[in-house]
C-alpha cells in the first residue's frame, strides 16, 4: 500500500533563516506531488506541483521554492523565511492523471 | 477562472441527526472530479467521498453521500446518523480533467453534539 510521509509535524524558526521541509511517498511510482499551505480556518492555496524528477510548476509567487530530487521525493524549501511564511503545510500525492490527492500529516511552521 | 464556494462556514447538529454541506463550483468544463475531504482536529486530510462528472449515479460512501447536480454545478454533502467523530472541517474539491490540479473550497466546520 502506499504511504506519505511528511516532516517536521511542527517548526519554529527565526525570522530569516533557511527552511527545509521534506516529502516521502512509498509504495508508487512516479506520482504527482504537491505542496499546499493552509491559512487558519481557511481552504488550502496550491503553492507547487510536481508530474516528475525535476519538473516543478510554481502556483503562486513567493518566498519559497521547491525541488524534486528523486521521483518519490519532494522538498519545500527557503533560503531566508518571512513572518508571512507561518501557516499549515501540506504534501500530497496523486497517480499519475486521475483521481483524488492523498495528504501527509502536516507541518505546522511559526516564524518568529 | 474556477473556483468552489462552499457558503456555510460553520454548521451544527445533534448527534444522530442528517446533516447536508452545500458546495457549488464554476468551470466551463465539461469532464471533471469533485470530491469532499475531511480535515479533523489533527489536521490530517481525509478523502471522504469523490464522484466524477460523467457519472449521473451519486457517489455515496457508508454514511455520507453526495447529491450531484451537474447543469446546476452544486454537489452536496449528506452525512447520515452523524457521529461525534464525525466533527470537523469538510472541503470540497474540484479537478478539472484538463490540468489534474484539486481547486479548493474555503471549507465548512461541522461540530456534532451529543
Known amino acids: 500500500s502506499q504511504t506519505i510521509h511528511q516532516w517536521p509535524a511542527t517548526l519554529v524558526q527565526p525570522v530569516g533563516s533557511p527552511l527545509s521541509l521534506e516529502c516521502t511517498v512509498e509504495?508508487?511510482?512516479?506520482?504527482?506531488l504537491y505542496w499546499y499551505r493552509q491559512a487558519a480556518g481557511r481552504g488550502l492555496q496550491l503553492l507547487f506541483y510536481?508530474?516528475?524528477?525535476?519538473?516543478i510548476s510554481s502556483e503562486v509567487p513567493q518566498n519559497l521554492s521547491a525541488s524534486r530530487p528523486q521521483d518519490r521525493q519532494f522538498i519545500l524549501s527557503s533560503k531566508k523565511l518571512l513572518l508571512s511564511d507561518s501557516g499549515f503545510y501540506l504534501c500530497?500525492?496523486?497517480?499519475?492523471?486521475?483521481?483524488?490527492?492523498?495528504f501527509g500529516q502536516g507541518t505546522r511552521l511559526t516564524v518568529v | 477562472a474556477q473556483t468552489v464556494t462552499q457558503s456555510q462556514p460553520e454548521m451544527s447538529v445533534q448527534e444522530a441527526e442528517t446533516v447536508t454541506l452545500s458546495c457549488t463550483y464554476d468551470?466551463?468544463?465539461?469532464?471533471?472530479?469533485l470530491f469532499w475531504y475531511k480535515q479533523p482536529p489533527s489536521r490530517q486530510m481525509i478523502l471522504v467521498i469523490r464522484?466524477?462528472?460523467?457519472k449521473q449515479q451519486n457517489a455515496t460512501e457508508n454514511r455520507f453521500s453526495v447529491n450531484f447536480q451537474k447543469a446546476a454545478k452544486s454537489f452536496s454533502l449528506k452525512i447520515s446518523d452523524s457521529q461525534l467523530g464525525d466533527t470537523a472541517m469538510y472541503f470540497c474539491?474540484?479537478?478539472?480533467?484538463?490540468?489534474?490540479?484539486?481547486?479548493w473550497g474555503a471549507g465548512t466546520k461541522l461540530i456534532i453534539k451529543p
Open positions: 474539491a474540484f479537478m478539472p480533467d484538463s490540468n489534474y490540479q484539486l481547486i
Open positions: 468551470t466551463s468544463e465539461n469532464n471533471y472530479y
Open positions: 464522484q466524477e462528472a460523467y
Open positions: 509504495g508508487t511510482s512516479n506520482p504527482n
Open positions: 510536481s508530474v516528475g524528477i525535476g519538473q
Open positions: 500530497a500525492w496523486s497517480v499519475v492523471l486521475n483521481t483524488e490527492a492523498f
